[in-house]
């Protein structure tokens, strides 16, 4: 598979979805070390990053190690996506990706993200535009259509195509979904063998284990699926789902305190790119969301520590005493 130049060796390509507050250089890195084979930015907004907004600017950081990266923008405006877009190819990523599918209402209720599926002509429009405007690879992520009575991603597909992107993720819910309800993987598999497509289809909802994973690739056809809420706290799933889709088995478990070590290295790459107090704030959601900890009887004031502690030290000595007081190897 191919997008633009891009070339992915895999014959089942695994890629780490954009997230707010999530897909920091630190995570969008440990995601590559276990496997993932493309990384994106948090999402960029067009018009702070024509403004210069400096927190919007840090999100263009990339490195070598974490190639190949995409950064994600959004906006409803097609002079300031374009000139947002050619911002962006300064920072040389590997490919721009275009947001049509963010559902929160701060974003889709201004008409940018999924709030474009109810205007699919200036969704076009921008996408064309910026297409011209860069010359690197120009990719779409976005959704089946604004609610049940539009699901209109099969004409948009062909639409978005012919304004010349290099591959489409499409999430398999509306914008009313939100995240609510399952993922409908239907017109995913629709678009992939629609004939007329040639570009690379990638899907992405409600991939949590890796036999979702393959159960996709395997039903829909699709080119790559993209991981995106599930990675919160165990960046190790890329790893787990690599194994499973090359050899058919299950990836060994590792110890507790192998995981315990890899948030802790989540930790520490947070809180060297902010500050301490920022840095566990920001981490508070991969504690939150890690699967490690469910299932542990009894755990919820601990859970509550973990997310209480307002420094490493305190964290971390949270952490160290789980094994043992719960018996967890």
């Known amino acids: ?56 600017k840090e999100k263009l950081t990339i490195c070598e190690e974490e190639r190949p990266v995409a950064i994600q923008i959004y906006g409803n405006d097609p002079d300031s996506m374009v000139e947002a877009a050619k911002i962006c190819e300064e920072a040389n990523p590997d490919a721009i990706d275009i947001n049509f599918g963010c559902p929160a209402k701060k974003v889709a209720g201004r008409g940018a993200g999924s ?121 190790w799933i890329f790893s787990d789902v690599k194994h499973f889709l090359e050899t058919g088995e299950l990836a060994p478990k590792q110890s507790f305190s192998w995981y315990l070590d890899v948030l802790k290295q989540q930790v520490m790459q947070s809180v060297q790119r902010l500050d301490e107090r920022r840095g566990i704030l920001h981490i508070r959601r991969h504690l939150a969301g890690t699967p490690i900890f469910k299932g542990i009887p009894d755990f919820k004031p601990t859970r509550i520590a973990l997310l209480r502690a307002n420094t490493v030290e305190e964290l971390f000595a949270v952490m160290d005493e789980i094994p043992e007081k719960f018996g967890i190897r």
């Not at 690197?136 to 259509?145: A, E, N, Q, S």
Request: aromatic share 6%; glycine share 10%.
């Open 1 to 56: 598979m191919k997008i633009g130049n891009i070339a992915f060796t895999s014959r089942y390509p695994v890629f780490l979805a954009p997230m707010e507050d999530v897909t920091d250089i630190g995570f969008r890195l440990l995601c590559k070390q276990f496997g993932a084979d493309m990384v994106y930015t948090e999402f960029v907004s067009s018009d702070a990053l024509i403004r210069h907004v400096r927190k919007t």
């Open 115 to 235: 709030g474009m599926m109810k205007t699919p002509g200036l969704m076009l429009e921008i996408t064309e535009k910026v297409v011209k405007a860069v010359g690197l690879p120009v990719t779409v992520k976005t959704r089946l259509g604004w609610d049940e009575n539009s699901r209109i991603i099969v004409t948009l597909a062909e639409q978005l195509q012919d304004c010349g992107i290099a591959a489409l993720t499409i999430h398999g819910r509306t914008r009313s979904q939100k995240y609510t309800g399952e993922a409908d993987w239907t017109l995913i598999g629709e678009v992939k063998n629609n004939p007329r497509m040639h570009i690379p289809i990638i899907g992405n909802g409600d991939l949590v284990t890796p036999q979702d994973c393959k159960r996709r690739f395997d039903e829909t056809g699709v080119d790559a699926v993209m991981i995106g809420r599930a990675s919160y706290g165990q960046p």
